[in-house]
């Protein structure tokens, strides 16, 4: 049974995102009028994000009303509240922490559950304000990494998505005060080091591959486009830390985080799509005075082949998710990391092939070079994982001898 749940998981998420991958970089080039008199680019970020999250988080309900047990109320289903006043897990496991500031954190929590003034940090307020912080750096983010397109190949998009633990560990430090183990920064290094060997032995300027993938070829379109992903990268690096601080003070699972994240960058992207926003670069690019939904609605009506890409975007994502938070709670992060790292690489493949980029030699060394870095983190994160099985085996067998 739990080789079928790991087989399922793996083409889940490799089938999810690798449709989810060609969709979005096909909604990044012009759509035909329907008239036939020309093409433009579609210039709605935040509706295509208020369609992947509202599709998420309609998923993430489903799931959970699916998997929930008949004693549970709905409030405890969506992670709201708590049968008991066990401590706060990590990744939705059921184990509390055992050392560090999280270890006196939890004892404080467990020992003042019946006083009147209970710890603030593991309230509900404190955790919905979390839930909207994350999805605040959703919405911000997923533009950046649209707009990118415009200036970048999608390889290098990807590869430079690769490279998420790098402002992952940044805000880490930042935002929480966390440390990091040594060999984190040599793979910092190399991750960094690829990339730049990637983008400095280009070849993404020549005429034939722009007019392909219209992507832009001013003499600055590297330096932006990257400007951009680094942003998004950044914002991204805010989000997972802030994810990993709600796994580490409040006892959710994954699929209720999915949910709850995912409501809000709805309502959020909703908001602004109806507000009567200015011209915002990359946020709301369009100029002609229209709101964000009425341009969108309008864009659709006039390039209707867009409804396609657009549908599989947002159902492959919502779907893709479900997958990921599945494998995140039966087989742990460490292999979750060697599937979405392997994913990142066919993806890459896939769209070299679909949309025929051309990567020089240089830029296949600057790639090795990253995806090692990457496999370093893998192979270290595997020997502590198995170093933990050890430790908790040897606990056990302690527990039945006694």
Same mark, same amino acid.
């Given at each position: 049974?739990?080789?079928?749940? +790991?087989?399922?998981?793996?083409?889940?998420?490799?089938?999810?995102?690798?449709?989810?991958?060609?969709?979005?970089?096909?909604?990044? %080039?012009?759509?035909?009028?329907?008239?036939? #008199?020309?093409?433009?680019?579609?210039?709605?970020?935040?509706?295509?994000?208020?369609?992947?999250?509202?599709?998420?988080?309609?998923?993430?309900? &489903?799931?959970?009303?699916?998997?929930?047990?008949? /004693?549970? #109320?709905?409030?405890?289903?969506?992670?709201?509240?708590?049968?008991?006043?066990?401590?706060?897990?990590?990744?939705?496991?059921?184990?509390? $922490?055992?050392?560090?500031?999280?270890?006196?954190?939890?004892?404080?929590?467990?020992?003042?559950?019946?006083?009147?003034?209970?710890? @603030?940090?593991?309230?509900?307020?404190?955790?919905?304000?979390?839930?909207? $912080?994350?999805?605040?750096?959703? #919405? /911000?983010?997923? @533009?950046?990494?649209?707009?990118?397109?415009?200036?970048?190949?999608?390889?290098?998009?990807?590869?430079?998505?690769?490279?998420?633990?790098?402002?992952?560990?940044?805000?880490?430090?930042?935002?929480?005060?966390?440390?990091?183990?040594?060999?984190?920064?040599?793979?910092?290094?190399?991750?960094?080091?690829?990339?730049? &060997?990637? !983008?400095?032995?280009?070849?993404?300027?020549?005429?034939?591959?722009?007019?392909?993938?219209?992507?832009?070829?001013? @003499?600055?379109?590297?330096?932006?486009? !990257?400007?951009?992903?680094?942003?998004?990268?950044?914002?991204?690096?805010?989000?997972?830390?802030?994810?990993?601080?709600?796994?580490?003070?409040?006892?959710?699972?994954?699929?209720?985080? !999915?949910?709850?994240?995912?409501?809000?960058?709805?309502?959020?992207?909703?908001?602004?799509?109806?507000?009567?926003?200015?011209?915002?670069?990359?946020?709301?690019?369009?100029?002609?005075?229209?709101?964000?939904?009425?341009?969108?609605?309008?864009?659709?009506?006039?390039?209707?082949? &867009?409804?396609?890409?657009?549908?599989?975007?947002?159902?492959?994502?919502? +779907?893709? $998710?479900?997958?990921?938070?599945?494998?995140?709670?039966?087989?742990?992060?460490? *292999?979750?990391?060697?599937?979405?790292? *392997?994913?990142?690489?066919?993806?890459?493949?896939?769209?070299?092939?679909?949309?025929?980029?051309?990567?020089? @030699?240089?830029?296949?060394?600057?790639?090795?070079?990253?995806?090692?870095?990457?496999? %370093?983190?893998?192979?270290?994160?595997?020997?502590?994982?198995?170093?933990?099985?050890?430790?908790?085996?040897?606990?056990?067998?302690?527990?039945?001898?006694?």
């Amino acid at each position: 049974m739990s080789f079928i749940r +790991l087989a399922v998981c793996i083409s889940g998420v490799y089938a999810m995102f690798l449709l989810w991958a060609i969709a979005q970089e096909r909604l990044s %080039v012009p759509f035909e009028r329907i008239d036939g #008199t020309g093409s433009d680019k579609f210039k709605s970020p935040l509706f295509m994000g208020t369609c992947q999250s509202a599709l998420s988080a309609l998923s993430a309900l &489903i799931y959970i009303l699916l998997r929930r047990k008949r /004693s549970d #109320t709905l409030s405890q289903s969506l992670g709201l509240v708590h049968k008991d006043a066990s401590a706060p897990t990590s990744n939705g496991s059921a184990k509390p $922490q055992q050392n560090g500031k999280g270890a006196h954190a939890s004892e404080k929590h467990s020992s003042s559950k019946h006083h009147d003034k209970p710890d @603030p940090r593991y309230s509900v307020k404190s955790l919905l304000l979390r839930y909207a $912080q994350c999805s605040i750096f959703i #919405t /911000s983010a997923a @533009p950046f990494g649209f707009a990118a397109l415009s200036y970048i190949s999608y390889p290098a998009m990807v590869l430079g998505k690769s490279c998420k633990l790098v402002p992952v560990m940044i805000m880490n430090v930042l935002l929480y005060r966390r440390k990091f183990a040594p060999h984190k920064y040599l793979v910092v290094f190399m991750v960094t080091t690829g990339i730049t &060997i990637f !983008m400095g032995f280009g070849n993404d300027s020549k005429k034939g591959k722009a007019k392909a993938t219209n992507v832009n070829t001013t @003499p600055y379109a590297n330096l932006i486009g !990257m400007t951009y992903l680094l942003i998004n990268l950044a914002l991204d690096g805010a989000i997972n830390s802030t994810q990993d601080e709600i796994f580490s003070r409040h006892k959710v699972t994954g699929q209720q985080m !999915m949910f709850w994240i995912n409501l809000f960058c709805t309502g959020i992207s909703s908001l602004l799509s109806v507000l009567p926003l200015p011209y915002i670069p990359v946020i709301h690019p369009s100029t002609d005075g229209q709101t964000e939904l009425a341009g969108a609605i309008a864009f659709i009506q006039s390039h209707p082949t &867009i409804i396609v890409p657009l549908a599989q975007f947002a159902l492959t994502g919502a +779907l893709g $998710q479900l997958f990921i938070f599945e494998t995140l709670q039966h087989f742990g992060s460490l *292999t979750l990391v060697t599937i979405t790292l *392997t994913r990142k690489l066919f993806t890459m493949l896939l769209s070299v092939v679909v949309y025929k980029h051309k990567l020089t @030699p240089g830029q296949w060394l600057g790639t090795a070079v990253v995806f090692a870095g990457i496999s %370093v983190e893998a192979f270290v994160k595997r020997k502590e994982v198995h170093a933990k099985r050890v430790i908790q085996e040897k606990e056990k067998a302690k527990l039945k001898s006694l």
